[in-house]
Nanobody, 124 residues
Framework: QVQLVESGGGSVQAGGSLRLSCIAS????????MGWFRQAPGKEREGVAA???????NYADSVKGRFTISRDNAKNILYLQMDSLKPEDSAMYYC??????????????????WGQGTQVIVAS
């Protein structure tokens, strides 16, 4: 079981930036893969970006070139730098982790540990 705590959400004007952070506990065994997901009201949860233990990243087409996922392995912190934000980026953002799948996947089914979420609102 991995404990996850997100922070960094808030309100911003379109075109602005936010950085989300997720503090994670360490996998007891296995190597941790982590991702960011988001869910807007009335919509399904979607994968935004993911990173595996080797640093391989994966992004949803809708955020490529605007969002950057990174991790500080020494501090067990996952980041999501979000630039050029659009109103359609507004959602609850969730940090996710898994110690076994080994993939930087964007399917929620790959992750067994989830944070409580942090709200992002982008005003037009």
């Amino acid at each position: 079981q991995v404990q996850l705590v997100e922070s960094g959400g808030g309100s911003v004007q379109a075109g602005g930036s936010l950085r989300l952070s997720c503090i994670a506990s360490v996998c007891t065994y296995g190597r941790i893969s982590m991702g960011w997901f988001r869910q807007a009201p009335g919509k399904e949860r979607e994968g935004v970006a993911a990173i595996d233990s080797a640093g391989t990243t994966n992004y949803a087409d809708s955020v490529k070139g605007r969002f950057t996922i990174s991790r500080d392995n020494a501090k067990n912190i996952l980041y999501l730098q979000m630039d050029s934000l659009k109103p359609e980026d507004s959602a609850m953002y969730y940090c996710a982790a898994d110690c076994f799948n080994g993939w930087a996947g964007l399917s929620a089914l790959l992750y067994t540990n989830w944070g409580q979420g942090t709200q992002v609102i982008v005003a037009s």
